[in-house]
Nanobody
Framework: QVQLVESGGGLVQAGGSLRLSCAAS????????MAWYRQAPGKRRDLVAS???????NYEDSAKGRFTISRDNAKNTQYLQMNSLKPEDTAVYYC???????????????WGQGTEVTVSS
């Protein structure tokens, strides 16, 4: 059983910073892409940033220059450093990872439970 556990959300004023963490545990043989998504009330879940095993990154336009995604492969953990936060960044943030549980199993998408980020103006 694989679990992704997020931490680091909370309430912050506009212009502030937060660092989200997401640790994967359980039966893990290999992790491919890792990513952060967010979902604001009444809106769909959208990709914020992704990172490959070689640490190649991709960002949604509004996150570029403010957010930084990183990963520690030894710890099966990914991070999202969020700076210069804006009220429009308010959302529930979900981590995602594509994981292989054993050498003979396929790749599967896993999701964290979500962590709430609220940015006040």
């Amino acid at each position: 059983q694989v679990q992704l556990v997020e931490s680091g959300g909370g309430l912050v004023q506009a212009g502030g910073s937060l660092r989200l963490s997401c640790a994967a545990s359980g039966d893990i043989y290999n992790i491919r892409d890792m990513a952060w998504y967010r979902q604001a009330p009444g809106k769909r879940r959208d990709l914020v940033a992704s990172i490959s095993t070689s640490h190649s990154t991709n960002y949604e336009d509004s996150a570029k220059g403010r957010f930084t995604i990183s990963r520690d492969n030894a710890k099966n953990t990914q991070y999202l450093q969020m700076n210069s936060l804006k009220p429009e960044d308010t959302a529930v943030y979900y981590c995602n990872a594509v994981i292989q549980e054993s050498l003979y199993s396929g790749w599967r998408d896993y999701w964290g439970q979500g962590t709430e980020v609220t940015v006040s103006s």
